[in-house]
């Protein structure tokens, strides 16, 4: 198995890396996090094999209004007190079923924990198996079934995680 590192974001060494994998929503999003990480508003891993990004993982701990979002009451919840959220996650379809999303997931947790936020949260499309299959198995709780307007590809669940409980 190839070794892999997990460490916070060099945006000019990751991205073109990054880029060639990631879907145009998510590149679009990634240009923004430069901004969003030096106004404190999001935290960025990635996950590195032989020198190059394989996978990364956003958490939001404010509200990034860059990233025009709607302002329902699901979204003013995330970022109650002790609250956060998990935008994006995504790792290379060459390196899937390695552990990499699990372990940007803990360096997620880590930096939520060390904002002192007791909970993080996350929309998973319904027909994503892999995905809500990850959620599942690291005991996400499913909180509910949304169908917000500013998403256009069907339903989604609401997970949540408890941190309280980690080890981080
Ligand atoms: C979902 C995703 C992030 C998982 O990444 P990964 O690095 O392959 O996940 P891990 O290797 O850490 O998997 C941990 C566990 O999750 C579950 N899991 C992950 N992928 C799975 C799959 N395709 N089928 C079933 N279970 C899966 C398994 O329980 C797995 O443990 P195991 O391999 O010991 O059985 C990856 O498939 C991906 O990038 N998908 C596209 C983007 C996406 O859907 N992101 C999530 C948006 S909410």
Same mark, same amino acid.
């Given at each position: 198995m190839?070794?892999?590192l997990i460490r916070k974001l060099d945006f000019p060494k990751d991205s073109p890396a990054l880029y060639k994998f990631l879907d145009t929503d998510e590149v679009d999003i990634l240009k923004k996090v430069p901004e969003l990480m030096r106004d404190k508003i $999001?935290?960025?891993h990635v996950a590195i094999i032989d020198s190059c990004p394989v996978g990364w993982v956003l958490t939001h701990f404010s509200y990034p209004k860059s990233l025009s979002w709607e302002d329902d009451n699901d979204t003013n919840h995330f970022f109650a007190k002790g609250n956060c959220y998990l935008g994006n996650l995504d790792v290379h379809e060459s390196f /899937? &079923?390695? #552990?990499? @999303?699990?372990a940007l997931l803990k360096k997620s947790y880590q930096s @939520? /924990?060390? $904002?002192?936020r007791s909970q993080i949260w996350l929309h998973v499309n319904t027909e994503n198996k892999p995905a809500i299959q990850l959620y599942e198995s690291l005991e996400w709780k499913r909180e509910k079934l949304v169908?917000? *307007?500013?998403?256009? $590809? #069907? *339903?989604?669940f609401l997970y949540n995680? &408890?941190?309280d409980d980690i080890n981080a």
């Open positions: 190839n070794k892999f $999001s935290k960025c /899937r &079923r390695k #552990g990499i @999303a699990n @939520a /924990r060390h $904002s002192n169908t917000p *307007s500013w998403y256009k $590809s #069907g *339903s989604m995680k &408890r941190l």
